[in-house]
């Protein structure tokens, strides 16, 4: 049972574009949600990250919307680069039974130039 | 700075065999984990610790072993590699379990 569910899979977009990434959860405990950019053969880097008591945050151009009540939070990707070709992985973190943090399945994003 | 090193980088084993990934952090961080990451999966915690001395199961703990002897080291071993561990493994580590994790470079394991 995947606890942290993320979609699309891969994206697609042109240079300029917003790609938009969606994560749901089930757990109410969790009270952290972090999102990791990936770049192949490397580890996961933190990117941006909220916490439930604010419904936006933004960081140069990347956005995080969250939706307390849906149990849903999204990334936006402003004015989208090809640096920015990826993989982007969401995560939830709970504030007990040792702070495990959840992963999302991760999506691929490729930036066209 | 080092930050989070992980040896090997690539290793082949039979099944049946074992062995230990190596992961050590240079920063005092109390908190270390380690990840599996499979196609379509993301990547699942298989074991944990807060600090040295104790150690907790993850997601997928089965399979694999963990010690915390000192506050830099968190071995994983596996006891008797099977193909379904074949897989990119990651260590992290972070200040406390509430603070930003850092993550190594990965070690690719293949089970044949």
């Known amino acids: 049972q995947q606890q942290v569910k993320q979609s699309p899979q891969s994206l697609i977009v042109q240079k300029g574009g917003i790609p938009i990434i969606n994560c749901a959860y089930e757990n109410t405990a969790f009270d952290y949600f972090p999102w990791y950019q990936q770049f192949p053969g490397k580890g996961p880097a933190l990117l941006i990250a909220i916490r439930p008591d604010v419904s936006e945050k933004k960081e140069g151009r990347f956005t995080i919307s969250f939706n307390k009540s849906a149990k849903q939070f999204s990334l936006h990707i402003m004015d989208s680069q090809p640096g920015d070709s990826a993989t982007y992985f969401c995560a939830a973190r709970a504030n007990t039974g040792g702070f495990k943090t959840i992963f999302g399945a991760g999506t691929r994003l490729f930036v066209k130039a | 700075n080092a930050g989070v090193t992980q040896t090997p980088k690539f290793q082949v084993l039979k099944t049946g065999q074992s062995m230990t990934l190596q992961c050590a952090q240079d920063?005092?961080?109390?908190?270390m984990s380690w990840y599996r990451q499979d196609p379509g999966m993301g990547l699942r915690l298989i074991h944990y610790s807060v600090g040295a001395g104790i150690t907790d199961q993850g997601e997928v703990p089965n399979g694999y072993n963990v010690s915390r002897s000192t506050t830099e080291d968190f071995p994983l071993r596996l006891l008797s590699a099977a193909p379904s561990q074949t897989s990119v493994y990651f260590c992290?580590?972070?200040?406390?379990?509430?603070?930003?994790?850092?993550f190594g470079q990965g070690t690719r394991l293949t089970v044949v």
């Open positions: 992290a580590s972070s200040k406390t379990g509430t603070d930003e994790a850092f």
């Open positions: 920063m005092n961080h109390e908190y």
